[in-house]
C-alpha cells in the first residue's frame, strides 16, 4: 500500500496495489511519512476500506478537526467492545463515535452536560453495550484527565446498539425512507437550504438515522427525566423548538407514538448544532 495522504500521526489515506483508496490506522503510522512511500503492514491496526466517497470525506474532515487522542480512545474502546462481548460493528461507528466524544468534551467545558439524562432504555435492554459505555467513559476520563458524569455510559452505549451489524434489509429501507421525511419536515419548517455535501450534514444523518432506527423499531425512549431540560433549553431556541415539534407531529400522524422529552431533547441538540452552522 501507497501513502496518498497524512491525516496525522495514526491515521494515512493511502491506496491498494488494486488501485482502492483505503483509511489505514495505526500508532505512529503517519510518522514521518510522505506520499508515494510504502506503508509496512505490520504497522497497521485497522483497514477502511473506501466504498463510499462521502464516508472518505467525513474521515479526512474528522481527522482535520480532531486531534488524534479522539481517535485512539475510539479504537481502544471498539477493540474492547470485540474482545470482551464479541460485538461487530460498522465502520461509521469509528466516525460517530469519534465525533460524539469530542462534541461531548465540549459539553462538558461548555457547561452543558447533565448528569440525570442517561438514555434508560438501552440501560434496561443492552446490558452489554452499557458496559461498553461505562468502560468508554472510564478510558475517556482517564486519558483527558476529565470527570464526565456516569450518564453518557448511556450515550456511548446508544453508538454501538446502532452500528450492530444485525439490521434486517426491510428495517434499513424504512429507516431511509423515515429519514427522508424528517428531512422534508425540516426544511420545510426551517427554511433554510443545508449543504448536504458537507460534514456538518452527514454528522447530523448519522444522528438522524439513530433516531429513526428506534421509531421503525417503535421503541423510543420512554422516560421523562428530561423534561426540565429540555424546557430550559428550548426556551432559547425557538427555531429548533418548532421543527422538533413539527417532527413530533409527523411522527404521531405515521407512526402513532409520542416523543418523549428525552428524545425531543436528543433531537434539539443536533438541530440547534445543524442550524447554526447553517444560518
Not at 93 to 120: C, P, Q, W
Not at 191 to 217: C, E, G, V
Request: hydrophobic share 40%; with cysteine; net charge negative.
Amino acid at each position: 500500500m501507497q501513502v496518498i495522504k497524512v491525516m496525522n500521526n495514526s491515521l494515512i489515506l493511502a491506496v491498494d496495489s488494486l488501485g482502492n483508496e483505503c483509511i489505514l490506522m495505526g500508532k505512529g503510522i503517519g510518522y514521518n511519512q510522505a506520499i508515494g512511500n510504502d506503508v509496512q503492514l505490520s504497522q497497521v491496526e485497522k483497514i477502511f476500506l473506501l466504498k463510499d466517497k462521502q464516508f472518505l470525506l467525513d474521515f479526512v474532515h474528522l481527522a482535520n478537526q480532531l486531534d488524534e487522542t479522539y481517535f485512539h480512545i475510539v479504537r481502544d474502546i471498539v477493540a474492547y467492545a470485540q474482545q470482551h462481548y464479541q460485538l461487530s460493528v460498522m465502520d461509521s461507528l469509528y466516525l460517530s463515535l469519534t465525533d460524539h466524544i469530542a462534541f461531548m468534551v465540549k459539553r462538558f467545558y461548555d457547561g452543558h452536560l447533565d448528569e440525570n439524562f442517561s438514555y434508560l432504555d438501552v440501560i434496561q435492554c443492552y446490558k452489554d453495550e452499557y458496559q461498553i459505555g461505562k468502560f468508554a467513559l472510564n478510558l475517556i476520563n482517564e486519558r483527558l484527565a476529565m470527570s464526565l458524569p456516569e450518564s453518557e455510559a448511556s450515550a456511548i452505549a446508544l453508538h454501538f446498539v446502532n452500528a450492530a451489524l444485525n439490521s434486517p434489509k426491510e428495517e434499513h429501507l424504512q429507516v431511509s425512507q423515515l429519514v427522508k421525511n424528517i428531512e422534508t419536515v425540516i426544511s420545510r419548517s426551517t427554511h433554510l437550504i443545508f449543504d448536504r455535501d458537507s460534514f456538518s450534514y452527514s454528522r447530523f444523518l448519522t444522528h438522524l438515522n439513530y433516531f429513526a432506527k428506534r421509531i421503525i423499531q417503535r421503541n423510543p425512549f420512554n422516560d421523562d427525566k428530561s423534561t426540565s431540560l429540555y424546557q430550559q433549553m428550548s426556551a432559547n431556541l425557538t427555531l429548533e423548538k418548532s421543527v422538533v415539534e413539527a417532527i413530533e407531529r409527523f411522527i404521531q400522524q405515521q407512526h402513532q407514538l409520542t416523543l418523549s422529552s428525552q428524545e425531543q431533547f436528543y433531537l434539539l441538540i443536533h438541530l440547534h448544532r445543524i442550524i447554526s452552522e447553517t444560518r
